[in-house]
Structure formats: structure tokens, C-alpha cells
């Protein structure tokens, strides 16, 4: 079966620091992958997703950025946190087939002070 | 562009009683439409999909949805509610004719079941 995890599970950064948190997921190849944040507990917000090694979609610009370095691993990164980047991210994967039901893992809790 | 909405911030209902989520959506051609649910501090769960066939889609936890395309709704219900069923709910939404594969969500409803 599959797998998704990230870690850290929680993390408290100051202001101006740098960012890396990382997704890895077990038991597919080649998965579509996903980076959300959400915001106050409610909406998601699609901030980038990869179809591929390399492959990265940006949806909203901002100070983060996003890697795939391998094919079932998926970083997300900054080189000055803001304030407003506290908030709760989530890695997700889906399948390379059509129906592209995602699957979420456990979320990473930031906050930036 | 695609869209949800979800008209309800929150939702209460007793224990025992049938409960309905709402969901509306905007896309260009057919849906895939999707519900998740989110516990406290947790990522979150797949519920249910409507792709295409039955309107009644029928998923995890005794929760079922309704597609209806001409009001353009997949509302969620469930026909008798638990308190364990208290979480934050999600509805998605991807077009099928689209190379998009990301999913649109919308704003969230909080059920709370009251025992």
C-alpha cells in the first residue's frame, strides 16, 4: 500500500530564516505530487505540484519555492520566511491515471515569529 | 477557471440525525468532484468521487453525495450522524477535460454533531 510522509511535524522558525520541508512518498512510481497550505484551519491553497522529476508548477508567486529532486520525494523551501508563511502545509500525491483522487499526508505545522 | 463553494462556514446537527453538507461548483466541461474530511491537526481523508455513472456516490463512513448537474451540486449527507463525525469538510473540484490535474477546493464546512 501507499504511504506519505513529511516531517518535520511542527516547526517554529524566526523571521528571515530559511525553510526546508520534505515529502516522500511509498509504494507508487512516478506520482503526481502536491503542495498545499492552509491558512487559519480552513481553505487550501494550491501552491505548487509536479508531474515529474524536475517538473515543478508554480500557482501562487511568493517567496517559497519547490523541488523534486527524486521521483517519489518532494521538497518545499524558502531563503527568507515571512510572517505570513505560518500555516499549515500538506503534501499530497496522486496516481498518473485519470481520476486523480489525492491522497494527503500528516501536514507540517509552521510557525514563523 | 474552476470553482467550489461551500455556503456554510459551519453546520450543527444532533446525533442521530440525517445531515447534509452543501457543495456547488463552476467548471468548464464534466467534473470529477471530490470530498474530503479533516480531523483536528491531521491531514486530509478521501472520502468519496463522483467521475461519472451514478449520481448517488456512496464512500467511507456511511457518507454518500448526490451529483446533480443541472444545479451544479454534490452535496454530501449521511442519513444518520455520529459525533465522531465532527471534523472540517472539504469538496474539490478538477475539470475532466483539462491537462489540470490539481484540484480546486473550497472554504470548508464545520460539522459539529451534538450529542
Known amino acids: 500500500s501507499q504511504t506519505i510522509h513529511q516531517w518535520p511535524a511542527t516547526l517554529v522558525q524566526p523571521v528571515g530564516s530559511p525553510l526546508s520541508l520534505e515529502c516522500t512518498v511509498e509504494?507508487?512510481?512516478?506520482?503526481?505530487l502536491y503542495w498545499y497550505r492552509q491558512a487559519a484551519g480552513r481553505g487550501l491553497q494550491l501552491l505548487f505540484y509536479?508531474?515529474?522529476?524536475?517538473?515543478i508548477s508554480s500557482e501562487v508567486p511568493q517567496n517559497l519555492s519547490a523541488s523534486r529532486p527524486q521521483d517519489r520525494q518532494f521538497i518545499l523551501s524558502s531563503k527568507k520566511l515571512l510572517l505570513s508563511d505560518s500555516g499549515f502545509y500538506l503534501c499530497?500525491?496522486?496516481?498518473?491515471?485519470?481520476?486523480?483522487?489525492?491522497?494527503f499526508g500528516p501536514g507540517t505545522r509552521l510557525t514563523v515569529l | 477557471a474552476q470553482s467550489v463553494a461551500q455556503p456554510e462556514d459551519q453546520v450543527n446537527v444532533a446525533e442521530g440525525n440525517p445531515l447534509t453538507v452543501k457543495c456547488t461548483y463552476s467548471v468548464s466541461g464534466n467534473p470529477y468532484l471530490f470530498w474530503y474530511v479533516q480531523y483536528p491537526n491531521r491531514g486530509l481523508q478521501f472520502l468519496l468521487k463522483y467521475i461519472t455513472g451514478d449520481n448517488l456516490v456512496k464512500g467511507s463512513y456511511g457518507f454518500e453525495a448526490e451529483f446533480n448537474k443541472s444545479q451544479t451540486s454534490f452535496h454530501l449527507k449521511k442519513p444518520s450522524a455520529l459525533v465522531s463525525d465532527s471534523a472540517l469538510y472539504f469538496c474539490?473540484?478538477?475539470?475532466?477535460?483539462?491537462?489540470?490535474?490539481?484540484?480546486?477546493f473550497g472554504s470548508g464546512t464545520r460539522l459539529q454533531v451534538q450529542p
Open positions: 509536479s508531474v515529474g522529476i524536475g517538473q
Open positions: 474539490a473540484v478538477r475539470a475532466l477535460d483539462t491537462g489540470r490535474r490539481a484540484l480546486t
Open positions: 509504494g507508487t512510481s512516478n506520482p503526481n
Open positions: 499530497a500525491w496522486s496516481p498518473i491515471t485519470s481520476t486523480d483522487t489525492q491522497y
